[in-house]
């Protein structure tokens, strides 16, 4: 297994771990897939914006999972703060393909000079929760029954690591 960044060439793969995710899971709040014209502009853009976007890959080059991190808001008073996602092939988790994703996301953002970063997570996924505090990541909020899918309410986990030691900016 390996990380490396992930190529136009990877988003067929990206596309089908993103919307097993949306079809089967409560992981992103949609249901509403995606085209590939749709994640291949998600993928210039993150491109164009210097953005990671990485992907876990076997020893035969097939996507196991991908992740990258963009702006939690748009205002500038929070341009060091970058939300994260991390989503793994079902037919590989359990393998420390997330661990491997993360750590790297971590990495990135320390380097470019990031404060925080930020997990958002389905209040029910425990497994992505348990990645998040095996970082250092910590609760930082609970927001209950902030919305829907399946037929049922769904509580939002705010999961945030400060990355390091940070005077803050003058502006």
Same mark, same amino acid.
């Given at each position: 297994?390996?990380?490396?960044?992930?190529d136009?060439?990877d988003?067929p793969?990206?596309?089908?771990?993103?919307?097993? +995710?949306?079809?089967?899971?409560?992981? +992103?709040?949609?249901?509403?897939?995606?085209?590939?014209d749709?994640?291949?502009?998600?993928?210039k853009?993150?491109?164009?914006q210097?953005?990671?976007?990485l992907v +876990?890959?076997?020893?035969?080059?097939?996507?196991?999972?991908?992740?990258?991190f963009?702006?939690?808001?748009?205002?500038?008073?929070y341009?060091?703060?970058?939300?994260?996602?991390?989503?793994?092939?079902?037919?590989?988790?359990g393998r420390?393909?997330?661990?491997?994703?993360?750590k790297?996301?971590?990495?990135?953002a320390?380097?470019?000079?990031?404060?925080?970063?930020?997990g958002?997570?389905?209040?029910?996924?425990? +497994?992505?929760?348990?990645l998040?505090?095996?970082?250092g990541?910590?609760?930082?909020?609970?927001?209950p029954?902030a919305?829907?899918?399946f037929?049922?309410?769904?509580d939002?986990?705010?999961?945030?690591?400060?990355?390091?030691?940070?005077?803050a900016?003058e502006?």
């Amino acid at each position: 297994m390996k990380i490396r960044n992930a190529d136009a060439g990877d988003i067929p793969a990206v596309l089908a771990i993103y919307n097993q +995710a949306v079809r089967e899971t409560t992981a +992103a709040w949609t249901n509403a897939e995606e085209t590939l014209d749709q994640r291949l502009t998600w993928f210039k853009d993150r491109v164009r914006q210097q953005l990671p976007v990485l992907v +876990a890959v076997s020893d035969q080059e097939e996507v196991q999972g991908f992740a990258s991190f963009g702006p939690f808001r748009a205002r500038e008073g929070y341009r060091l703060t970058a939300e994260h996602s991390v989503y793994i092939d079902p037919k590989a988790q359990g393998r420390g393909i997330g661990t491997l994703l993360l750590k790297e996301l971590i990495t990135i953002a320390e380097r470019r000079g990031l404060h925080l970063l930020v997990g958002v997570v389905d209040g029910e996924n425990t +497994a992505s929760i348990a990645l998040h505090r095996k970082f250092g990541f910590d609760i930082s909020g609970r927001l209950p029954e902030a919305g829907t899918k399946f037929g049922r309410w769904l509580d939002l986990v705010l999961l945030t690591k400060v990355l390091g030691p940070m005077q803050a900016p003058e502006r």
